[in-house]
């Protein structure tokens, strides 16, 4: 099932007015272990999956891209994109994730950015980036990690005082959707396991070339005492790898 949440008025609006959103990249979270794991951009045709406001798109041209597509579900998400980062060199398109059918060898390089635990198999999605990325492409993406996704309240075990006493991991092995409350709305999202996220990429032909369960930045843990809280478990993985 494809639910397009972030065309829900009331969900975009909360959306709008994270740092991710209002800041762009430097607003996210995971963006410095991201920009890492992101391969030369220079003169490569792009593709990003669940592109959202296009910050990852108008990067991969600040870095030289020659081309970036950027696909969405959401027509919002994607309006706010041509509106703040537009260039001639983006192209965004209101498509599913599901849905995209490129030829082969139409991209060097595949970027996804927490998208994928909205979607219900990864198994699918990795063979359609491996047979449209060329010989040698880079396939990188985002995602909540299994651990933050296994039970669906996505939420701390705290005692009456409501201190955190422990982040919760139950029913890991059962994959599948969750209901989960995100901005304060119910959001379906897709718990999968590690070894769905990595196999799936063995399995399509990649060679995985990094993994990363990012920690907060150091200036972060400095600034926001809360942030100390992300170091007891981890909330986002990112994963690159290469089509050989
Ligand atoms: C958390 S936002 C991330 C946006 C952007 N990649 C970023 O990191 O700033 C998730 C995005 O995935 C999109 N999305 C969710 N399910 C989708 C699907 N099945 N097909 C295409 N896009 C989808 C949403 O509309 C939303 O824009």
Redesign the pocket.
Known sequence: M??????NESFFKQ?SQMA??VSGLKG?GEWHAFQKMLPDFHGKRVL??????G??CRYAVEQGAAHVIG????EK?LNKAKEINNSPLIEYKC????DFTYEPDSFDVVI????FH??ESFDNICSKVYQCLTTGGSFIF?VEHPIFTAQSGQNWYVDEQGKRLHWPVDNYFSQGNRTTTFLGEQVIKYHKTLTTYINSLIRSGFEITALIEPEPKKTMLENVPEMQDELRRPMFLIVSAVKK
Not at 2 to 7: A, G, I, R, S, V
Not at 48 to 53: N, V
Not at 71 to 74: Q, V
């Open positions: 494809k639910e397009n949440k972030y065309d959306y991710r959103s996210a990003d999956l669940g592109c959202g406001f910050w990852h696909i969405d579900l959401s998400m498509l599913a994730i599901e996804s950015s927490l998208a909205y979607l985002s």
